[in-house]
């Protein structure tokens, strides 16, 4: 079987790769707009905005996972959100169709339902509050009317909450980071639940769709249980690095009062910073998640929460000596 990984050059897409190329049975195609920095050989630089380069790269693919996005909570300029994740799921199912290929799995997100929602499983009403969740909802869309009028293929659509793993350099690895340094600060009360995934069970679940072929169309929650709470992690993370836990607590206002300062100072200078609005409107929200449905497929993930906590602080934080 041949898979073509697009958007494979990124952490959740290498890790993917990784899996797969342990595969005596799968022959693997990494499709992306930059080089594979692990697997150089066998990736091939084609943008998913440009749709006859798609098509020309997935000659003889059984399989398609398209990973490509644009996540970041800081895209400029905005219309890039809707020109990749949409526009590009548009080529890549036009290169499929080119292709005969009838098997997708897209990975989607739980941002299309928006912040604080109550324990959201597949069903709930997409409410997206940001332009990636809102671009991540219309390319579902898209995907909902294409197959339509072709219900003769797989279509399985994974939406994971917030990933992390070693390698992540996204919003959980600087929490843990300014918890190994000693530069944490709660904001808010710390009992907000988090729910995560760690890459480990996000590639096991992508690779258990791809063995099982779970026919028509399919939307699964990708969550690992129990939820932690900020408080969770921040604990669990001291535990494991040995590291004392700040005692200090800035009120919610506060915070979003050096979000939006951060904002503007953003706005003025054309850099980017680590703070935003956004960013403390995420960290203190409740982001829980239904994923009832994953377990019900028969899927068991490999690692627990605090298996893979634990693997992520001791591969980025954990000096070795020797």
């Not at 697009?6 to 890790?15: P, V």
């Not at 997708?104 to 299309?112: H, K, M, N, P, R």
Request: glycine share 8%.
């Amino acid at each position: 079987m041949k898979i073509a990984i697009i958007g494979g050059s990124g952490f959740i897409g290498t890790n993917v790769i990784r899996l797969l190329k342990g595969m005596k049975d799968y022959e693997v195609l990494n499709v992306d707009k930059r080089q594979s920095t692990a697997f150089t050989g066998i990736t091939r630089i084609a943008d998913v905005l440009d749709r006859e380069a798609m098509a020309k790269e997935l000659k003889g693919v059984d399989v398609v996972v398209l990973l490509a996005a644009e996540h970041q909570d800081n895209v400029q300029p905005i219309s890039l959100y809707y020109d990749v994740n949409v526009e590009g799921m548009r080529n890549v199912l036009y290169a499929m169709d080119q292709n005969a290929i009838k098997r997708l799995v897209f990975t989607s997100s739980v941002a299309i339902y928006g912040l604080d929602k109550d324990n959201p499983d597949e069903f709930f009403p997409a409410d997206p509050f940001n332009h990636y969740g809102k671009s991540k909802w219309e390319a579902e869309l898209l995907m909902q009317d294409w197959f339509k009028q072709h219900g003769d293929w797989n279509i399985s659509i994974i939406r994971p909450t917030v990933v992390f793993g070693e390698g992540n350099r996204g919003n959980v690895f600087n929490l843990l980071n300014q918890i190994a340094s000693s530069r944490f600060m709660m904001i808010g009360k710390g009992q907000n639940q988090k729910s995560m995934s760690y890459v480990g069970n996000v590639v096991a679940f992508i690779f258990f769709l791809i063995e099982n072929n779970f026919k028509g169309y399919s939307v699964y929650n990708y969550v690992d249980k129990p939820d932690f709470t900020t408080n969770d992690i921040v604990y669990n993370t001291g535990k494991v690095l040995n590291k004392p836990i700040s005692n200090v607590r800035i009120p919610y206002w506060v915070g979003m009062l050096g979000g939006y300062a951060f904002d503007i100072l953003a706005f003025v200078t054309r850099k980017k910073f680590a703070v935003s609005s956004v960013r403390v409107r995420k960290f203190c929200a409740v982001t829980k998640y239904d994923a009832t449905k994953v377990g019900a497929s028969g899927f068991v993930a490999p690692f627990t929460m605090e298996e893979g906590l634990k693997r992520t602080l001791v591969a980025e934080f954990v000096v070795k000596e020797g």
